[in-house]
C-alpha cells in the first residue's frame, strides 16, 4: 500500500526566510504527488501535483516542488516565505487507476513576521 | 459558481443519534469521496464513488453508509453516533483517475456529545 511520510510535524521561520517542507512516498509503482495548503479554519486547497515529465513543477501562490525519485520525494519550496504562507500543508500522493489520494500527516508552518 | 457545498457547517448531537451529511458538486465531476479529519488533522478516506457506484470502501464501522443519488450529489449517514465520530468530515470530487486533483467542500463539523 502507498503510504507518504512528512517527517516535519512543525516548521517555523520568519518572513523572508526559504522554506521547504519535506515531503517522502513509498509506492514501487509511478507515483502521482501532489500538496495541498489548509489555512486555519478552512478546508483543503490544491497548490500543485507532479504527474509526469519535468522533476520541478510549480503551483499556486508562488510554490513549486521538486520530484526526485532517487530517494522518493517530493519537497515543497518557496522563497521567500510570507507570514499569510502560515498554514498547514499536506503531501499526498496517487497511482494509475487507484481511485484515492492518500494524505501524509501534514506540516504545520508558522512564518513569524 | 462551481464548487464543492457542504451541509450543515456545524452539527451536535448525542450519543446514539443519527445524522446525514449532504453534499452537491457543480463542477461537472464523476468522483466524489468522504475524509474524515480527526483532532489531529489527520485525513483519511472514507468512501470514494464514481458516477454513483461505489469504488473505495475503506475499512469505516458499519454505522457509516454513504448514499448517492447523481454523480453530482454523496451524501454520508451515520446511525447511532459515537464519541469518536466527533470530527470534521470533508467531501470533495475530482475527474476519474489518480492523477486528478480534488476540490474539497468546506467540512462539516460534528461534535457527539
Known amino acids: 500500500a502507498q503510504s507518504v511520510d512528512q517527517p516535519d510535524a512543525h516548521v517555523t521561520l520568519y518572513e523572508g526566510a526559504s522554506l521547504e517542507l519535506r515531503c517522502s512516498y513509498s509506492y514501487s509503482a509511478a507515483p502521482y504527488l501532489f500538496w495541498y495548503v489548509q489555512y486555519p479554519g478552512q478546508s483543503l486547497q490544491f497548490l500543485l501535483k507532479?504527474?509526469?515529465?519535468?522533476?520541478v513543477v510549480k503551483g499556486t501562490k508562488g510554490f513549486e516542488a521538486e520530484f526526485r525519485k532517487s530517494n522518493s520525494s517530493f519537497n515543497l519550496k518557496k522563497s521567500p516565505a510570507h507570514w499569510s504562507d502560515s498554514a498547514k500543508y499536506f503531501c499526498a500522493s496517487a497511482n494509475y487507476g487507484n481511485e484515492k489520494i492518500t494524505f501524509g500527516a501534514g506540516t504545520k508552518l508558522t512564518i513569524k513576521p | 459558481e462551481t464548487a464543492v457545498f457542504q451541509t450543515p457547517n456545524y452539527h451536535v448531537t448525542q450519543v446514539g443519534n443519527e445524522v446525514s451529511f449532504n453534499c452537491k458538486q457543480t463542477l461537472g465531476h464523476d468522483t466524489m469521496y468522504w475524509y474524515k479529519q480527526d483532532s489531529k488533522k489527520l485525513l483519511k478516506i472514507m468512501f470514494s464513488y464514481n458516477n454513483k457506484q461505489l469504488i473505495v470502501n475503506e475499512t469505516v464501522p458499519r454505522r457509516f453508509s454513504p448514499q448517492s443519488s447523481d454523480k453530482a450529489h454523496l451524501n454520508l449517514r451515520i446511525k447511532s453516533v459515537e464519541p469518536e465520530d466527533s470530527a470534521v468530515y470533508l467531501c470533495a470530487s475530482s475527474w476519474t483517475g489518480g492523477n486528478s486533483d480534488y476540490t474539497f467542500g468546506s467540512g462539516t463539523r460534528l461534535l457527539v456529545i
Open positions: 507532479y504527474i509526469t515529465g519535468d522533476a
